[in-house]
């Protein structure tokens, strides 16, 4: 890549003195343009007030120069134009940033742009969300108005003369666009867990360096495939349907529900559940269990927030091990699922294709959800196990239900069957239903309440379909059972022995 030009400058040279420092001799008169190829503004108002909360932390660390990422442009032939081919989210959103902080004027926001929905939305709507957030009130004059313009300037100054972008630029266009390609594959291995790793590190200033390290290397002792299958399937689509919202594809756009509180946060909400966090690790780490005979007192919730770092590796090691668990299976050595019929018969034939692993998905996490609001890690009694058992019949009754119901099953269809948006039977909210109990029994009286059977002709699972025929009225079905270790072949048998098909 012989015509590339590596710069670092500042946002201030760069959209008010359009200008790009390269060493002793700085680039002029720099005309940015977003090109017709571009994709639209997609930036959301909580992604600019991220970019302003990130600058703002790093102003207040005294850092000297902020990174903010990397501009690659497209210089065309013949004039001063450069053509954006990466970083238009970021330089229109610190355009929108400097302009609520007073600047007027920036070259770079008169140009006009495609006439589509997200353009006309999200600039006008993060304009306003950063002008809330900072903007000078010049109309009044209170002490508190006074300093709050005097700590603008000084954010305002810092974002011009210590926000830096590195800045890629090349006359050949393909050459541009290859370098985007490079840099966007060396990006697609950085999962999301990967961000929240880095971002809970740089929260752990007060913890040691060798108990950092011994962190980080339990945290890549975990194969990375399976955190991210653990924070993308499981932890996110459990959060966002306890919330009664729908769960589409944990990004770097929607991660900030795994970023939690901070050590600074002060809010009476913040207060109280680090308190929670901190009151459950000091009796965990004294003799107080042991002494006393009790249960270690549970330091996590899936439905309450995080707190930001040490405690973020720890709750995801907890998630891990208790997720690990109900999915093994195993005879002897499981705490929680051990030698059961259903799990055995529905990892010997249901098993592949798209609509079993989402009904099996949809069978772990409520299984997951309950086992973190009900069952305790330590010292279970037998009527703690004979309840979740119990639990363990409903969960499998409402997941496969859905199943059961539709030939091919996809996101869309279970989306609305979890949201109770849909006239399948067993269509309810099931995670919310979990977490707005208080008990496990009150919990299964509601579910004995919720849960329908289903007849012959909701049947539409084509490889369930081939087991269903009754051989004469109320009689056992036909083909059900394997000829060696009594696993099932049809998990409608689960439905008819625990009076859920008719």
Sequence with gaps: MSHLTLSITTIGDLLLRQTITNGEEPIKDVHLNVPIYQRPYKWS?????????????????????????????????????????????????FSLLLTALGVEGIHFLQQKLYDNEYNNHNIANNYSALYRRVGLRSED??????????????????????????VVITPDISEAFQFFDSQNARGKALYP????????????????????????????QVPQSDLADLFGNYLYRIKEWVSGSRANVLNEHNIHIFKGITRSARTPYAQFYKS?????????????????????????????????????????????????????????EGFYINDNLIVKTLNRHFNKGKGNGIARLMFDTSVLLYVDRFCPATYPTKEDMELFEQFVVYAFI??????????????????????????????????????????????????????????????KDVKAQRCSEYSGSGEVLKNLKDDKDGVYENYLYFFQVNGFYK
Excluded at 45 to 57: C, G, P, T, V, W
Excluded at 276 to 290: G, R, T
């Design 276 to 332: 929670a966090y901190c009151y459950a690790d000091m009796v965990n780490s004294s003799a107080m269990p042991f002494v006393s005979g009790t249960r270690n007192v549970n330091a996590f919730q899936l439905n309450t927030p995080i707190i930001a770092g040490k405690p973020f590796f720890e709750y995801t090691k907890h998630y891990f091990n208790i997720l690990k668990d109900i999915q093994n299976n195993n005879k002897y």
């Design 141 to 166: 004059n209170s002490d508190a108005t006074i300093e709050h313009r005097r700590e603008m300037e000084r954010l305002k100054d810092y974002i011009e003369n210590r926000c830096e972008l590195i």
């Design 45 to 93: 108002a909580r992604n600019a007030i991220q970019l302003l909360d990130d600058i703002i932390e790093a102003k207040n660390s005294n850092k000297e120069r902020y990174r903010v990422g990397t501009l690659i442009l497209h210089k065309t032939e013949g004039n001063n134009k450069y053509d954006i081919v990466d970083g238009q989210q970021r330089t229109i959103t």
């Design 398 to 459: 409402w997941s496969y239900s859905l199943r059961a119901q539709y030939a091919n099953l996809g996101w869309l269809s279970a989306q609305n069957y979890i949201m109770g948006h849909c006239d399948k039977i067993n269509s309810f909210n099931m995670y919310k239903l979990i977490t707005n109990q208080d008990a496990p029994t009150s919990l299964l009286s509601a579910l004995a309440d919720r849960l329908s059977p289903l007849s012959n002709g909701n049947i």
């Design 193 to 220: 867990h990967d961000l929240l790793k880095a971002y809970h590190l740089r929260e752990m200033t007060d913890i040691s360096e060798e108990e950092t390290e011994r962190v980080v290397k339990e945290w890549e």
